[in-house]
């Protein structure tokens, strides 16, 4: 059974920094893309990072980038979403996703349809 449970979230200032983590319990977990989404009030779920499975192509939201950084750890089966210089409008629900297709091309790296399985979700909330 495919699992992803991410941690890391909390309450920050504006400017300071968060690290999430995604832990996956999966077989074979070095095989798949993997991505983070948030979800904020009222809103739908948007694409915030995506990394491959070898961890040579990475792919960013444009609001987040230069300040969020995708990364994995594939001896852990961990991926990590590293965000500096927070913003109120940060504030949403984390989530990181499983590509549904092992060793896949990314070509809808950015739609929830991509991704097969999710984790719980971590709450980041970012104060003025």
């Known amino acids: 059974q495919v699992q992803l449970v991410e941690s890391g979230g909390g309450l920050v200032q504006a400017g300071g920094s968060l690290r999430l983590s995604c832990a996956v319990s999966?077989?074979?977990?070095?095989?798949?893309?993997m991505g983070w989404f948030r979800q904020a009030p009222g809103k739908e779920r948007e694409f915030v990072a995506a990394i491959r499975w070898g961890g040579g192509i990475i792919y960013y939201l444009d609001s987040v980038k230069g300040r969020f950084t995708i990364s994995r750890d594939n001896a852990k089966n961990t991926v990590y979403l590293q965000m500096n210089s927070l913003k109120p409008e940060d504030t949403a629900v984390y989530y990181c996703?499983?590509?549904?297709?092992?060793?896949?091309?990314?070509?809808?790296?950015?739609?929830?349809?991509?991704?097969?399985?999710w984790g719980q979700g971590t709450q980041v909330t970012v104060s003025l």
């Open positions: 996703a499983r590509d549904r297709t092992p060793l896949g091309p990314m070509l809808g790296y950015s739609t929830l349809d991509e991704y097969d399985y």
């Open positions: 999966a077989p074979m977990f070095r095989l798949y893309n």
